[in-house]
């Protein structure tokens, strides 16, 4: 029935049961089944586990994400993030162990694509287990199109469908936190990396949009559970050089919510300030 079975670190959403990945679907021991999309993610996120609504990003947001990430304007960052990641595992190329990885909230997937292609490059020798998780059905549909290699679900970062213990790292890319998940789903010794946004970040663009903005609070701190390795500031200017991607820039971003784009239409070059924290810290 189920054709080729592959073993998962998925969990059931509905028993905690492990999942393993069929042709065409997941299953569990006790019966129940999530349909593979024609674009290879599955859909784990079950009623209970949002509030009212449509989770996550609007097609719009991603969309206009989607087209200013490709434009390469947080590539620096993205390289960043994935020497970090590759330091934080201290991976060893001759190793024959199998490294998993989580991006929790991965959004369209650039930054997870990313950092699956340059581990790749770094560990032709050794097997790394990817996966990506979102609460937006859109997000993960797009994400699912940059890499296949990638196993990609819809699922809330308050109910990861993890198994308890079974990775390595967990990246956390400026997306909401729940430390209690993170640590049921690391190994002992795992390795918890978030990034969020520094006091400065995008601040021309608040500077634009409202008359006396403030600084962005700290932000990426953890609790009880996890120990602080290293930090790491990543701060560049970027030089926006079209309207449009000043505009996407705007519409991905949260400001979009509860602020008008006027002070901005008219501008064809726009430059502002990239400024993300990044944390490492280890599950004791």
């Given at each position: 029935?189920f054709?080729l079975v592959r073993e998962?670190?998925?969990q059931?959403p509905?028993?905690?049961?492990?999942?393993k990945q069929?042709?065409?679907?997941?299953f569990?021991?006790?019966?129940h089944?999530?349909?593979i999309?024609?674009?290879g993610?599955?859909n784990?996120?079950i009623p209970?586990?949002t509030?009212a609504?449509?989770?996550?990003?609007?097609?719009e947001m991603?969309?206009s994400r989607?087209e200013?990430l490709?434009?390469?304007?947080?590539?620096?960052?993205?390289n960043v993030?994935?020497?970090i990641v590759l330091s934080?595992?201290?991976?060893?190329?001759?190793?024959e162990?199998?490294?998993s990885?989580l991006?929790?909230g991965?959004g369209?997937?650039?930054?997870?694509?990313?950092l699956?292609?340059?581990?790749t490059?770094f560990?032709?020798?050794?097997?790394?287990?990817?996966?990506?998780?979102?609460?937006?059905?859109?997000a993960?549909?797009?994400?699912?199109?940059r890499?296949?290699g990638?196993?990609?679900a819809?699922?809330?970062n308050?109910?990861?469908?993890?198994?308890?213990?079974?990775?390595?790292?967990?990246?956390c890319s400026f997306?909401p936190?729940?430390?209690?998940e993170f640590r049921?789903?690391?190994?002992?010794?795992?390795?918890?990396?978030?990034?969020?946004?520094?006091a400065?970040?995008?601040?021309?663009?608040?500077?634009?949009?409202?008359?006396s903005?403030?600084e962005?609070?700290?932000?990426?701190?953890?609790g009880?559970?996890?120990?602080?390795?290293?930090q790491?500031?990543?701060?560049y200017?970027?030089?926006l050089?079209?309207k449009q991607?000043?505009?996407?820039l705007?519409?991905?971003?949260p400001?979009?919510?509860?602020?008008?784009?006027?002070?901005?239409?008219?501008?064809s070059?726009?430059?502002?300030e990239v400024?993300?924290n990044?944390?490492v810290?280890?599950k004791?």
């Open positions: 029935m054709g998962t670190i998925f059931c509905n028993c905690s049961k492990v999942l069929g042709e065409k679907q997941y569990c021991s006790k019966g089944s999530f349909d999309s024609k674009k993610y599955v784990l996120l209970g586990h509030g609504g449509t989770p996550g990003d609007s097609k991603l969309q989607r200013f490709d434009k390469g304007y947080y590539e620096e960052f993205s993030l994935n020497d934080a595992l201290s991976v060893d190329k001759d190793s162990e199998t490294i990885i991006d929790a991965c369209e997937g650039y930054y997870l694509c990313r699956k292609n340059s581990l490059d560990c032709d020798s050794i097997k790394v287990d990817v996966y990506g998780i979102d609460v937006s059905k859109d993960i549909h797009y994400a699912s199109g890499n296949k990638i196993r990609f819809v699922a809330s308050y109910h990861i469908p993890v198994l308890k213990g079974a990775l390595d790292c967990i990246l997306a936190r729940d430390e209690g049921r789903i690391l190994k002992p010794k795992g390795k918890l990396i978030v990034a969020s946004p520094g400065r970040h995008l601040y021309s663009i608040r500077e634009a949009l409202y008359e903005p403030e962005i609070g700290q932000k990426g701190t953890v009880e559970g996890f120990t602080l390795l290293a790491r500031n990543v701060n200017e970027i030089l050089k079209s991607d000043i505009l996407n705007f519409t991905m971003t400001y979009s919510r509860h602020a008008e784009i006027d002070a901005l239409e008219k501008l070059e726009f430059a502002t400024d993300i990044i944390f810290y280890e004791h």
